[in-house]
């Protein structure tokens, strides 16, 4: 699967990537060498980041469909249980 960035999000980023030049490298880096820098990252690195947001986002729903009968589970057929408790304590 190939990740695709949106051109704003695309932008900002390669703006981002000049100005980590411009204050933490020797030189700075121009507007087409940041382009082909962000591709890399993406191409190379996207994908391991990619796979660990789904794998984290898989744990979490395995989670709460486990626990489905603790979060949502109704007892049944308790109306009447419920009238016996009141005239209990009515009587008291």
């Known amino acids: 699967m190939k990740i695709e960035i949106p051109q704003q999000a695309r932008a900002e980023?390669?703006?981002s990537l000049?100005?980590?030049f411009?204050?933490?490298?020797?030189?700075?880096?121009?507007?087409?060498?940041?382009?082909?820098?962000?591709?890399?990252?993406?191409e190379e690195i996207g994908p391991m980041i990619y796979?660990?947001?789904?794998?984290?986002?898989?744990?979490r729903m395995a989670t709460r469909v486990a626990d489905l009968n603790g979060e949502l589970w109704a007892d049944e057929f308790q109306y009447?249980?419920?009238?016996?408790?009141?005239?209990?304590?009515?009587?008291?």
């Open 18 to 20: 000049q100005r980590y």
């Open 22 to 42: 411009e204050e933490n490298m020797s030189e700075p880096i121009g507007n087409l060498p940041a382009g082909v820098l962000l591709d890399f990252f993406v």
């Open 13 to 15: 980023a390669i703006a």
């Open 80 to 92: 009447w249980p419920g009238v016996e408790a009141k005239r209990k304590n009515r009587r008291k």
């Open 51 to 59: 796979n660990r947001a789904v794998a984290d986002a898989q744990a």
